[in-house]
């Protein structure tokens, strides 16, 4: 009878683990493209009409309520910063002490849903967001963003894609399971970790920022949100989303607050993990001030850390130029080159430069920059001021070293009405210079031209010349060449493409991540990220206990 009891009760914690749920389909491939006339076009011209004649208060949203203070932050639209098309409420100490308590209240109750409970509650976020909330959504990326709408749409796309195969991937994760042997059962026991996550993401992608708390929370863990002060618009219609589908108050704890108050939570004891994308140096800040309070802590605290990158794209001789050209082009100047994977930094064959060089500059040409909402241009306005004028400052640095650098193309710049930067190409002379070897974030691509005969030695050079390690391309046709670069450029991309622009990775099919100073590498859109946010517990059960506690060995001859 006893081993009946067992039996059957192990069936029941393997069938409590069983809910179908297939690999989802891509979001992004069915994302839609406003062509002129089009009904979705005009529904679209209205949501952003409406946004742009209002002026949505922003809360903080603690243990599922919406908490206003008496510090606000206007956000304006980048491409016409005259409309504010928002105000944000900050946290201060109080705030911030009430939703480090709210996640920890939540812990337990959040953790020990069912998994297919948590699930349930992304998946249907995700279906609010392909469906209903579409539109809305869209229209806010444009607008606190300045993307396009073809942007906003992959975007958008993204987090969807994200939610659904997070899902798929926590049911994959908690399905792996340890041998069996006679006389014991065993099992992983797949626990949240123990306390709260910081998720901390940047302004450049609405999906980031949706994934960076919910991929520690899909897998029970309760998290505090920062979102970037620039877009906490988009962020909130996230987090509005989130709470539409039912998700459990507290598990997400949407808290804008300026980054002089983050040592409130860093020097919690009870922080369990940091999830991050954003600058090297922001990164690198808040890893030394976790070290520092190292002792504090009740665990050892999980750092998942994307930062930036100088991402490369490599031309040999062999190479289809007008491919290579088309490639250039979307991959350095969508969304204005504000991708951490954005194309920075060229190596051309000097055999093909004229080639390459006159494609540029005639298909340039036609890359305009404006007002998002327009829906004319492929290039919108760059974040904000600050931004803005880094990248004027490569541009005038270009200028002022005609002995290193000429400028090709633009070199302009308008901040009169939005913060506008002119799509800009340069060569350069020194292939180790500032600009081929600094993140600009932003739309200007330097140039180095290469002796076609040097093709090993120039990939070697590309290997050494920045700290990043995140995206890369090679453009070829001759296959011992493409084998060449991937073993020479190895570890200086966490996703290299072949013939492709180095942006653009779709999840579940290239889960994104590069190591170096461009992060930990630990894969947003995979299983293994996941990973990150648990802690596995293994337990043994002995099914017929022992006995003697005596050995054999021990009997006398």
């Known amino acids: ?140 990326i444009m607008m606190n963003h300045s993307k396009n709408p073809y942007e906003a749409e992959i975007d958008l796309a993204e987090l969807i894609d994200f939610w659904r195969i997070n899902a798929y991937y926590m049911k994959f994760i908690y399905e792996q399971q340890p041998e069996q042997s006679e006389g014991e059962l065993n099992r992983l026991d797949w626990r949240p970790l123990e306390g709260f996550v910081l998720a901390i993401p940047p302004f450049n992608f609405y999906s980031i920022a949706g994934n960076l708390p919910t991929s520690p929370a899909i897998v029970g863990n309760t998290v505090l949100w920062k979102p970037s002060l620039n877009v906490s618009m988009s962020n909130y219609e996230i987090m509005k989303v989130m709470m539409e589908a039912g998700l459990m108050d507290g598990a997400v704890n949407f808290i804008p607050f300026q980054s002089e108050k983050s040592d409130i939570i860093l020097e919690d004891e009870r922080l369990a993990g940091l999830h991050f994308t954003g600058s090297y140096q ?184 920045s700290p990043y390690g995140l995206t890369g391309s090679i453009f070829a046709k001759d296959q011992e060449a493409i084998h060449l670069a991937e073993e020479k450029l190895r570890y200086s991309a966490g996703n290299f493409y072949i013939n492709d622009k180095p942006t653009g990775a779709v999840v579940g099919r290239q889960p994104f991540g590069g190591g170096r100073a461009s992060g930990t590498n630990d894969k947003a859109g995979h299983w293994v990220n996941l990973l990150q946010w648990l802690t596995p517990r293994s337990i043994k059960e002995t099914i017929l206990p022992a006995d003697d506690w005596k050995r054999n060995f021990m009997e006398k001859i």
């Open 1 to 140: 009878m006893f081993l009946i009891y067992i039996i059957e009760r192990e069936k029941k914690i393997i069938m409590d683990m069983i809910w179908s749920m297939e690999k989802p389909d891509n979001e992004i491939d069915k994302i839609s493209g406003y062509e002129p006339g089009s009904e979705e076009r005009k529904d679209l011209k209205k949501e952003l009409e409406k946004i742009k004649d209002e002026t949505l208060e922003i809360p903080l949203i603690i243990d599922g309520e919406e908490v206003k203070t008496d510090r606000t932050r206007e956000i304006v639209c980048p491409h016409d910063h005259d409309n504010v098309i928002a105000r944000v409420h900050l946290a201060g100490e109080e705030e911030l002490k009430r939703a480090k308590d709210a996640a920890l209240d939540a812990h337990e109750r959040w953790s020990k849903l069912n998994w297919y409970h948590r699930a349930a509650a992304f998946r249907k976020s995700a279906d609010l967001l392909a469906g209903p909330r579409r539109l809305r959504n869209i229209a806010v």
């Open 282 to 465: 922001t990164l690198t800040l808040l890893w030394e001030k976790i070290y520092s309070n190292i002792k504090n802590y009740n665990t050892f605290p999980k750092i998942v850390g994307e930062a930036g990158g100088k991402d490369f794209l490599f031309i040999h001789e062999s190479a289809d130029i007008h491919n290579a050209a088309i490639n250039i082009i979307r991959g350095g100047f969508g969304y204005q080159g504000q991708k951490c994977s954005a194309a920075s930094r060229v190596y051309c064959p000097e055999n093909r430069w004229d080639d390459l060089k006159a494609i540029l500059l005639e298909e340039i040409e036609k890359v305009g920059y404006g007002p998002v909402d327009k829906m004319e241009d492929f290039m919108g306005a760059v974040i904000d001021e600050q931004a803005f004028d880094k990248i004027k400052s490569y541009i005038e640095y270009a200028e002022k070293n005609p002995e290193e650098y000429e400028i090709l193309y633009g070199g302009n710049f308008d901040k009169s009405e939005g913060w506008f930067i002119q799509p800009t190409l340069i060569r350069s002379s020194e292939p180790k210079g500032k600009l081929m070897s600094e993140e600009i974030f932003g739309p200007v691509i330097t140039m180095y031209v290469y002796e076609q005969d040097r093709y090993e030695e120039t990939l070697e050079l590309c290997d050494e010349t």
